[in-house]
């Protein structure tokens, strides 16, 4: 395999050459995985806040391309580990903190909150529904 930054299968090479992690066009990935999932009611919420967001009538409060530069800037070890909504997610709290309309600290406290409540929850059953609320 050749070592050349401009040889696009050569996933070190394309990085140097000014790719950033998630700009994988050209490059073989493998197999996609076409298997769909149903969503979970945090990934439902997801899309729903950032749609919100996102709504002209409203603001809008932060654009998509907002979302994908955010997505875009998370590093390999991020990107790589973070599902699609864990993205998006973490992309709106990054862009929210940004423009100042969150705090961090006050995020953390809100997700410190969040998982206390769970873990004193007693455990649901399997298709109980309902989604809970933050």
């Not at 423009?99 to 600290?105: D, N």
Request: aromatic share 4%; charged share 30%; net charge negative.
């Amino acid at each position: 395999m050749s070592t050349s930054p401009s040889d696009p299968s050569d996933l070190r090479g394309a990085i140097d050459a000014g790719r950033r992690h998630h700009d994988m066009g050209g490059l073989d990935a493998g197999p996609v995985d076409r298997s769909q999932h149903a969503l979970a009611p945090w990934e439902h919420k997801t899309d729903a806040i950032l749609r919100l967001l996102a709504d002209p009538k409203r603001g809008p409060v932060m654009r998509i391309d907002e979302l994908r530069r955010g997505i875009e800037e998370m590093g390999p070890g991020v990107y790589d580990e973070l599902s699609y909504y864990e993205r998006w997610i973490g992309s709106i709290a990054n862009i929210l903190m940004e423009k100042g309309v969150l705090e961090a600290e006050a995020l953390g406290a809100k997700i410190e909150a969040v998982q206390a409540r769970h873990a004193a929850a007693p455990p649901r059953r399997e298709g109980a529904g309902g989604g809970g609320n933050l």
